[in-house]
């Protein structure tokens, strides 16, 4: 009786322990696959794939994502299959519940719309501007020196972009579109003298044409 009550003992607590052994491998086991399993996070940008080539802005956002992502994690760049006015853009950040970055100027009303990421991303270059203008008419603009010499020319802008309201409240007169190919449409067809672009976008886009 003695060895059977022990034996007994013995065998149930070799039992459960066996299962606990068990379960401690299969949480092991699925932990390490968890870790090792690559995992792919989209993120959209505004970028069209006319730009993907040598985008700026995705590029630098790449960089940033690859320095601080897991080791198990790999990041995938979506492009957008069209442009859109940055109203467009705004209201889709607005609604997108995925992971989704665009790039703008910024002002009030945008920081109270849209989370903000303060990093300025040309150090205030891209507050200085070139004027694209038609082959053959620099010598219509030889003589500008001052705003008011310029506020006889038509500028050319987008209808949602805060330097718009900047431009027009130093005088300047503007016409305006939605996106930045149909400004090029516009004054390719005479329909504005000038169009503003950052210094440091002007070359790309002109390189692209």
């Known amino acids: 009786m003695p060895k059977q009550f022990f034996d007994y003992p013995r065998w149930q607590l070799r039992a459960p322990l066996s299962h606990w052994f068990l379960v401690l491998l299969a949480t092991f086991a699925l932990t390490a696959s968890v870790r090792a399993e690559q995992i792919r996070i989209p993120v959209k940008v505004q970028s069209t794939q006319l730009e993907q080539p040598s985008d700026y802005f995705t590029t630098l956002l790449l960089m940033a994502l690859e320095a601080s992502k897991a080791r198990n994690e790999e990041i995938d760049i979506i492009f957008s299959p069209r442009d859109y006015s940055q109203a467009r853009w705004i209201n889709m950040l607005q609604t997108d519940k995925s992971n989704f970055v665009i790039w703008t100027m910024t002002d009030k009303e945008r920081e109270q719309q849209l989370r903000p ?28 020196k001052t705003a008011a010499d310029l506020a006889s020319f038509l500028g050319g802008q987008g209808t949602h972009w805060p ?11 503007l016409t305006t579109a939605e996106t930045t190919e149909s400004l090029f449409r516009m004054i390719n067809a005479k329909r504005f003298d000038y169009f503003p672009r950052g210094i440091s976008e002007a070359w790309f886009e002109l390189l692209q044409r």
């Open 117 to 144: 990421i303060r990093i300025p991303l040309f150090k205030g270059l891209f507050g200085y501007r070139a004027l694209l203008i038609r082959k053959g008419e620099q010598a219509r603009f030889d003589q500008v």
């Open 163 to 173: 330097d718009t309201l900047i431009l027009q409240a130093n005088g300047l007169r």
